[in-house]
Structure formats: C-alpha cells, structure tokens
Antibody, heavy 119, light 109 residues
Framework: QVQLVQSGAEVKKPGSSVKVSCKAS????????ISWVRQAPGQGLEWMGR????????NYAQKFQGRVTITADKSTSTAYMELSSLRSEDTAVYYC????????????WGQGTLVTVSS | EIVMTQSPATLSVSPGERATLSCRAS??????LAWYQQKPGQAPRLLIY???TRATGIPARFSGSGSGTEFTLTISSLQSEDFAVYYC???????????FGQGTRLEIK
C-alpha cells in the first residue's frame, strides 16, 4: 500500500518561497512519477508539474514555469515542490500524487499541505 | 493546452436515482481520461481511468464511457456518500501534461 505523507502547513510572506515535502512509503519510489496539484480555497484542481525520480527529470505546467521547482531524493523516497515569488493568489492546498506509470493518472494522493500567503 | 469542460456545474439528484456527468476535451485525448471524487477536506479519490476502467475498490455503480473528446461518468443508484464534487482529468502521454475540468458538484435533491 502506497502512502504519501506531506509536510505541515505553512504561512509565508508575499515575495518569499515555500518548499513542501512528500515522503513516500510502499511501492518502489524510483519506479513511479510524482505530480503536484494545488487547490485554492473553494476552487478546482490545478496541475503544477511532475518528476520522474529515477531520471530526476521534471516538467512543469506553463503557468508555473520559472517559478516552481520539483525535485526528488531517491535515498529518502521524498519529493519536493518549491514555489517562489509567492503572492496571495498562491494560497492553496498543495497535494502530491503518485502516477504508477507513464500511461496512468495519479492514484495515491498525499493529505495536502495548506500554504497561506499573507502579509 | 487541452481544456476540459464539465457540465453541468451543479447537479441535483435524489438518492437512489441515476446521475450522469459530462466532460468534453478541446481536442482528442484518446482514452486518457480519469474521473475523481472529492469530498470537503479530503484529497481527490480516483474512480475511473482509461475512460472506463474502475480503480481498485470502486463500486460497480460507478461507470465511465467515451473516447476522443466526449466522456460521461454515470452513477447508477446514488448513495448518500456519493454526494461530492467530481472532476475529470486528461493525462496526455506527450507532451506530458495533466489538466482538470472545473468540477461538477453533485448535491442532494
């Protein structure tokens, strides 16, 4: 059984950065892909990007290109999402999710991390 | 970018009745279409992938159909626990992108 456990809630100032972690257990971390999805309060789901840990290759949604960095540490089975130049509109719950292979959608999700951007 | 459009935005149905939710893609996504259920304060739950394959543990009352640009999620006999928000999602292999529809809120009539 795959489990994804995310880091705790964060409060950040506008213009700063936030880094959220996602620790995986169960399955083989390097064999699957981790995506990051966010959800602003009362809004829908928005895909930010993904990483293939075994290759260390990430790709990003155009909207976040240049502002988001997704990385993975195979030794600790942990993925990270760092978002910079934060603004109030980045206030959201951030989820990590596992894609079991290149032709499948995310199946297991983390519990979510609330990031609040406020002065 | 592929745009996913769901309809209706809100659907009011009585328990025991059938619910039909629609999702349209701005260009063909073949069968790379998934459906998720989300309840307040919870992460999304995968219901359907490959447009019509139920995920592990999903009851048979949930079914998906369609291919290309038009997709449907049907819940055959609504249970109280089915009232939630439903999202469709396309997952293109190349370029590797995921996009979600804006969601359909299924509420008790």
């Amino acid at each position: 059984q795959v489990q994804l456990v995310q880091s705790g809630a964060e409060v950040k100032k506008p213009g700063s950065s936030v880094k959220v972690s996602c620790k995986a257990s169960g399955g083989t971390f390097s064999s699957y892909t981790i995506s990051w999805v966010r959800q602003a309060p009362g809004q829908g789901l928005e895909w930010m990007g993904r990483i293939i840990p075994i290759l260390g290759i990430a790709n990003y949604a155009q909207k976040f290109q240049g502002r988001v960095t997704i990385t993975a540490d195979k030794s600790t089975s942990t993925a990270y999402m760092e978002l910079s130049s934060l603004r109030s509109e980045d206030t959201a719950v951030y989820y990590c999710a596992r894609e079991p292979d290149s032709s499948s959608p995310p199946d297991y999700w983390g519990q979510g991390t609330l990031v609040t951007v406020s002065s | 970018e592929i745009v996913m459009t769901q309809s209706p935005a809100t659907l009011s149905v009585s328990p025991g009745e059938r619910a039909t939710l629609s999702c349209r893609a701005s260009q063909s996504v073949s069968s790379n279409l998934a459906w998720y259920q989300q309840k307040p304060g919870q992460a999304p739950r995968l219901l359907i992938y490959g447009a019509s394959t139920r995920a592990t543990g999903i009851p048979a009352r949930f079914s998906g159909s369609g291919s290309g640009t038009e997709f449907t999620l049907t819940i055959s006999s609504l249970q109280s626990e089915d009232f939630a928000v439903y999202y469709c999602q396309q997952y293109n292999n190349w370029p590797p992108r995921i996009t979600f529809g804006q969601g359909t809120r299924l509420e008790i009539k």
